[in-house]
């Protein structure tokens, strides 16, 4: 069993290094061309994969943690709701689908059960507790846009794209954090949200730089 999880393990990083390192790429490289496209596939491959080989080791013995196993969903929804975004430019459907419908709101789910386990560890003193806080509002902050999305989303020129932007920079961001944290063995607290506060900026840069691009 124990070298089962280590190939496992294995997997899990290669796979979370081909997200890494293409998802680095794909935000360089111009965006829409080819290059940019394949590497976006590249890139959700290699999270969603990763994320998902973590799901299963996250409950085996000796390597239990509910907080990574959490962050794996929560990683999973990025990259899929990222990419179903797409779907959403002009003329291509009239309403959201099931699919992405039952993303988002398996995502709510999850991020109220992140919220009750944070508010649950401050009250207890749990160490780390506000992490479940934080990644449990941003969850619950996304979903709700998601579903404001969905009702709006044909009265508006660009939206489908900044949300595209927004998902995938937040799933990179859950792949640098992986790295310092699970890679450099950092486990600060620092090391796990200051990659989400320098990715932040640079949404709010693209956000303002797309709706200056539409004016």
């Known amino acids: ?3 089962l999880i280590t190939y496992a393990i ?3 990083a290669f796979l979370g290094g081909v997200g890494l390192i293409t998802g680095i790429g794909s935000m360089i490289i111009k965006k829409g061309s080819t290059l940019h496209k394949r590497m976006g596939k590249l890139f959700s491959i290699g999270m969603i994969g990763s994320a998902s080989i973590s799901l299963p080791i996250a ?12 962050i794996g969903l929560f990683t999973i929804y990025l990259v899929l709701a990222g990419n179903r975004s797409l779907t959403f430019k002009p003329r291509i459907k009239k309403k959201a689908a099931a699919t992405d419908l039952a993303i988002s709101f398996g995502m709510l789910i999850f991020s109220l059960i992140m919220l009750g386990l944070g508010a649950y560890g401050l009250i207890a003193a749990v ?4 992490l479940y806080l934080v990644f449990g509002g941003f969850g619950l902050f996304l979903t709700i846009r998601d579903f404001m999305f969905y009702k709006r989303f044909k009265d508006t020129k660009n939206d489908w794209l900044l949300n595209h932007i927004t998902r995938m920079m937040a799933a990179l961001i859950a792949s640098v954090t992986a790295f310092v944290v699970a890679g450099l063995g950092i486990g600060s607290l620092a090391a796990w949200i200051l990659p989400s506060v320098f990715g ?9 730089k797309m709706k200056v691009r539409v004016a």
């Open 59 to 70: 409950w085996m013995p000796g390597h239990e943690n509910l907080f990574l196993f959490l």
């Open 10 to 12: 294995y997997a899990h």
């Open 200 to 208: 932040t900026l640079y949404i709010i840069y693209w956000r303002r």
């Open 127 to 130: 160490t780390n507790s506000i």
């Open 1 to 3: 069993m124990e070298q």
